[in-house]
């Protein structure tokens, strides 16, 4: 059965960084796309990153654009998002799912198959 485990929320400063990772088993991510998503207080669940099954290709939401990197260990078969320069709005709950197909096709639901219980992000001073 595949689990999606994320982890390295927490509060942090406007500016500062932190790393998600996205831990799966059950699954081997090799062939898949992963997506982060986030979802901020009485806001609607956002895509904001992607990264293709073989770590070829990548897009980011445009609110992200140049902060944050998404990556993978499929060795460890992990996903990463490191966050720079966080800003106040950058603060959610941040979730990891994996898609269904090796190209990152958007953020449509459909397209991924497992989600994690997700880990807080605030921004805050």
């Known amino acids: 059965q595949l689990q999606i485990v994320e982890s390295g929320g927490g509060l942090v400063q406007p500016g500062g960084s932190l790393r998600l990772s996205c831990a799966a088993s059950?699954?081997?991510?090799?062939?898949?796309?992963v997506g982060w998503f986030r979802q901020a207080p009485g806001k609607e669940r956002e895509g904001v990153s992607c990264?293709?099954?073989?770590?070829?290709?990548?897009n980011y939401v445009d609110s992200v654009k140049g902060r944050f990197t998404i990556s993978r260990d499929n060795a460890k078969n992990t996903v990463y998002l490191q966050m720079n320069s966080l800003k106040p709005e950058d603060t959610a709950v941040y979730y990891c799912?994996?898609?269904?197909?090796?190209?990152?096709?958007?953020?449509?639901?459909?397209?991924?198959?497992?989600w994690g219980q997700g880990t807080q992000v605030t921004v805050s001073s």
């Open positions: 799912a994996a898609g269904r197909y090796l190209a990152c096709s958007g953020y449509s639901p459909n397209l991924f198959r497992s």
């Open positions: 990264i293709s099954g073989n770590g070829g290709s990548t």
């Open positions: 059950g699954l081997k991510l090799d062939y898949y796309a």
